[in-house]
């Protein structure tokens, strides 16, 4: 892929915010008062540990247009949620020169910067598998109002799934469901709440993890005996074994600074699919899996042969 596309390591999931990493790794750490401090910000603080909504810094207020990125044929949406949210989203249609398959790709990013920030990695999408793709973006994020947490979250992918379901364009199309690291949770937790519908035609991982509580211990280590006052769960390897109807496509990358390659090896083996193929991406890091060799190509291989064959 030529652009660059996403944000740099250190807006993912495992990285929280700098400050709070490098005040957490302290030696000190062990006096119990500074234990103390830590169970609180935890505790307290989670959420803007676990949603850094504004990484970059400018992440609120700067959501980068599709047609930067020379994509014209999109569409800016509001969309509102049963909650009284809403959630700003881009609609990318392939462009008319080329055969539209009936598919459509809803994405789901990780836990920092906005959908801006992955519309390089929609319009390969786009250019490999030519479909629609939706950008959601989750509450709280880029120009989405709200607060983030995970029953939130949850509604969001909901209310995203439902708008292409009713959307005249889209209502007849396949869809398949992607996620990257946080945005594998929200995708997992989605397509086993909607699998009888029979319409998601495929499921996508890119390294996502077990749950938030068994990451901590690899991401965090001095909190490793705090972790059980983590109140955001997302326990995939607990919904994916949920999912029987729908094919997934796992692509870990085996150089993952952040989620251990091992979280998504373990979400393989629950994984209870009729069809569920393993992909791996040999020096592909956390946030930088999408620009190796080969990616796109096991992405097309499997819509080809497992979602719109079927």
């Known amino acids: 892929m030529s652009d660059s596309p996403p944000p740099p390591s250190s807006w993912s999931i495992g990285n929280m915010t700098n400050s709070a990493v490098q005040f957490l790794r302290l030696p000190v750490l062990a006096s119990s008062g500074l234990a103390v401090v830590a169970s609180g910000l935890l505790y307290f603080k989670q959420n803007e540990l676990i949603y850094p909504r504004n990484v970059p810094v400018d992440a609120r207020t700067n959501v980068p247009s599709p047609r930067q990125f020379g994509i014209t044929d999109f569409e800016d949406l509001q969309i509102p949620t049963p909650d009284g949210e809403t959630l700003h989203a881009f609609f990318l249609r392939p462009p008319k020169s080329r055969y539209r398959r ?3 790709v809803i994405m789901f990013h990780g836990n920092a910067g906005n ?23 989750y509450r709280g994020y880029g120009m989405s109002t709200g607060m983030p947490d995970e029953a939130g979250l949850k509604i969001d992918a909901q209310t995203g799934l439902d708008y292409l379901r009713q959307r005249a364009e889209t209502r007849d199309d396949k869809i398949v469901v992607y996620g990257q690291s946080l945005g594998g949770a929200v995708s997992i937790n989605l397509v086993a709440t909607n699998q009888d519908q029979g319409d998601i035609g495929g499921l996508i991982l890119e390294n996502t993890f077990l749950s938030i509580r068994k990451l901590i211990p690899s991401i965090f280590p001095p909190a490793r005996y705090l972790a059980r006052l983590c109140h955001q769960y997302w326990i995939s390897e607990d919904v994916l074994p949920k999912i029987s109807k729908v094919p997934v496509l796992f692509l870990s990358g085996l150089k993952d600074e952040l989620v251990p390659p091992s979280n998504m090896t373990q979400l393989f083996a629950v994984c209870k699919s009729e069809t569920k193929i393993w992909r791996t991406l040999p020096n592909g890091g956390h946030n930088d899996s999408v620009a190796e060799p080969g990616y796109f190509e096991h992405i097309h291989s499997f819509v080809t042969e497992e979602v719109l064959s079927k």
């Open 102 to 104: 009936n598919l459509t």
């Open 115 to 137: 959908i801006g920030h992955r519309v390089p990695i929609a319009k390969a999408m786009q250019d490999t598998l030519h479909c629609n793709v939706l950008l959601l973006e």
